[in-house]
T-cell receptor, first 109, second 112 residues
Framework: EDKVVQSPLSLVVHEGDTVTLNCSYE??????LLWYKQEKKAPTFLFML????IEKKSGRLSSILDKKELFSILNITATQTGDSAIYLC?????????FGTGTRLTIIP | GAGVSQSPSNKVTEKGKDVELRCDPI?????LYWYRQSLGQGLEFLIYFQGNSAPDKSGLPSDRFSAERTGGSVSTLTIQRTQQEDSAVYLC??????????FGEGSRLTVL
């Protein structure tokens, strides 16, 4: 059975801190790993990772994939209150994505 | 519109009633997904439509759930004889290629 595990489940930090969110997976026929940010009801796409060791960056956010150890991390530097959200990791083994339960990130001003 | 559109945004119903949730995907997107998100849970896959292929219904939790996609565009998720455990946010997503999903705002279903 395909499985995606995210940690920590919840994280509270002060504005300006750097955070690292973790996602480990066990799937057959891995194709890609995706990160989403969910603030209200609809997740918004952040990154798609298909190759090991290649960092993807978007502003203060970055992510990297390790296909040997079967995990990915999402880094957020100089956090802002607008970064408060649930961050979802998903893996695409076949047609449908398998999602983790997410990490709830809260940034305290 | 430019994005995935879902309706209704909120639905409150009584236990035992049937409900229909609608999803209008982004024009040209061939794949459409339905997910369910219960309080404190991750996204649970329900059903997947790809072009004219038979849908992947492997995520539907019971035979009270069904979905169709007419003309390769609009999709309707139907829940018959609703139960309280059906209360959740139902999210629809579409994609032109496998992987990157574009989500709608969801339909929040509350079964009393």
């Amino acid at each position: 059975e395909d499985k995606v595990v995210q940690s920590p489940l919840s994280l509270v930090v002060h504005e300006g801190d750097t955070v690292t969110l973790n996602c480990s997976y066990e799937v057959t026929n891995f194709r890609s790993l995706l990160w989403y940010k969910q603030e209200k009801k609809a997740p918004t796409f952040l990154f798609m990772l298909t190759s090991s060791g290649i960092e993807k960056k978007s502003g203060r956010l970055s992510s990297i994939l390790d296909k040997k150890e079967l995990f990915s991390i999402l880094n957020i530097t100089a956090t802002q209150t607008g970064d408060s959200a649930i961050y979802l990791c998903a893996v695409d083994p076949r047609s449908e994505l398998t999602f983790g339960t997410g990490t709830r990130l809260t940034i305290i001003p | 519109g430019a994005g995935v559109s879902q309706s209704p945004s909120n639905k409150v119903t009584e236990k035992g009633k049937d409900v229909e949730l609608r999803c209008d995907p982004i024009s040209g997107h061939t794949a459409l997904y339905w997910y369910r998100q219960s309080l404190g849970q991750g996204l649970e896959f329900l059903i997947y439509f790809q072009g004219n292929s038979a849908p992947d219904k492997s995520g539907l939790p019971s035979d009270r759930f069904s979905a169709e996609r007419t003309g390769g565009s609009v999709s309707t998720l139907t829940i018959q004889r609703t139960q309280q455990e059906d209360s959740a946010v139902y999210l629809c997503a579409s994609t032109p290629i496998a992987g990157e999903l574009f989500f709608g705002e969801g339909s929040r279903l509350t079964v009393l």
